[in-house]
């Protein structure tokens, strides 16, 4: 059986940069930038100073960024009137941390292609899908990918990461990474928690699971304690709404993400106008929009597939529902 190293076993024998990484992870939290972000502009000083102009350029950072990284890393990064370089200390710390970023990127690709084969079969043995609570599940390639693009995100490594509603166990995708810091699963359906839970004793993930219905108020234990949100909600204008102020609930900084799935066909585009306008009312920026990413084993109506939304969170965010809700929410009204 392939073995799927923990959190903490990573660390110890594959990330030896770790908390170096763990360094610009909170700075550019700070900054609101992508750790990717600025990781890639940590290593375009490692060869001698920089213009800033030319690191603007190709990274894209607004000029108020630029003021403050000196002062975000200033054991790393030093200017020297127009141009920016790296500290004597800071060329052994952005070399660490670009050795540990080769030896993660194979280790991903690696662990993704295991990933890959383990979802395959577990999803030959899996039941059907509920329809009372609008799961369809999607194909393991969609999640590995949805996974893949959290990791080059910078969203993965070192995140505390919730999931409402996890029909295509992406918390286990997530899981056998072994790079997120924390990771929580919300949903209705107990035979799929006891599915995660019977697989994060198998693997020894570490994954949380909560029986949690999202028309409850969302417990104050989770509230505020993640920083990216994962959610595959019911169609439904209320039900993404609701699943959404759910995820923003649950994130802490002021810029965390959400990943939002949401389908709707080809011959009806115009079902997503009101889905769009929820995530502007909601103060959410979609930073991305990736048709037909999400691939389905059904969902026919909709082309078996559905967009993913890359949302971000601003001072402005916040969520339309909070407590109890009494609505409906599912495509399929619940007997």
Not at 24 to 52: C, H, W, Y
Not at 108 to 137: G, M, T, V, W
Not at 291 to 303: C, L, N, R, T
């Amino acid at each position: 059986m392939q073995k799927f190293l923990s959190h903490e076993s990573l660390v110890a024998n594959l990330l030896g940069g770790h908390m170096e990484y763990a360094m610009v992870i909170t700075a550019a939290d700070n900054l609101r930038v992508s750790p990717r972000e600025l990781e890639n502009f940590l290593f375009m000083l490692k060869n001698g100073p920089v213009k800033q102009i030319e690191l603007q350029r190709q990274i894209g950072f607004p000029s108020s960024v630029m003021r403050n990284i000196p002062l975000e890393l200033s054991d790393i990064v030093l200017r020297e009137g127009d141009r920016l370089s790296l500290s004597p200390n800071g060329k052994g710390t952005i070399e660490q941390i670009y050795s540990s970023r080769l030896k993660t990127d194979a280790y991903l690709a690696n662990n993704l292609a295991n990933a890959l084969k383990e979802l395959r079969l577990i999803e030959l043995s899996r039941p059907r899908s509920k329809r009372e609570f609008d799961q369809f599940r999607a194909l393991p390639e969609t999640v590995v990918q949805k996974v893949e693009m959290m990791y080059r995100n910078g969203e993965l490594e070192g995140r505390k990461i919730i999931l409402i509603g996890d029909d295509d166990l992406v918390s286990v995708a997530v899981g056998l990474t072994g790079l997120a810091k924390r990771v929580t699963t919300l949903d209705i359906d107990k035979d799929l928690l006891s599915l995660i839970q019977a697989l994060n004793t198998k693997y020894a993930m570490n994954i949380e699971t909560v029986h949690y219905d999202a028309k409850k108020r969302l417990p104050d234990e989770l509230k505020s304690k993640y920083d990216v949100a994962v959610t595959d909600p019911p169609y439904t204008p209320n039900g993404i709404a609701l699943f959404v102020s759910r995820s923003v609930e649950c994130i802490e900084r002021s810029n965390g993400v959400i990943y939002l799935a949401f389908g709707y066909s080809s011959r009806a585009t115009e079902r997503a106008l009101p889905i769009q306008g929820l995530l502007t009312q909601m103060g959410l920026v979609m930073e991305q929009v990736l048709p037909k990413f999400v691939k389905y084993y059904a969902a026919q109506s909709i082309g078996s597939s559905s967009s993913l939304y890359v949302c971000r969170l601003t001072p402005q965010t916040k969520p339309i529902f909070r407590g109890e809700f009494k609505g409906e929410i599912y495509t399929r009204p619940r007997e």
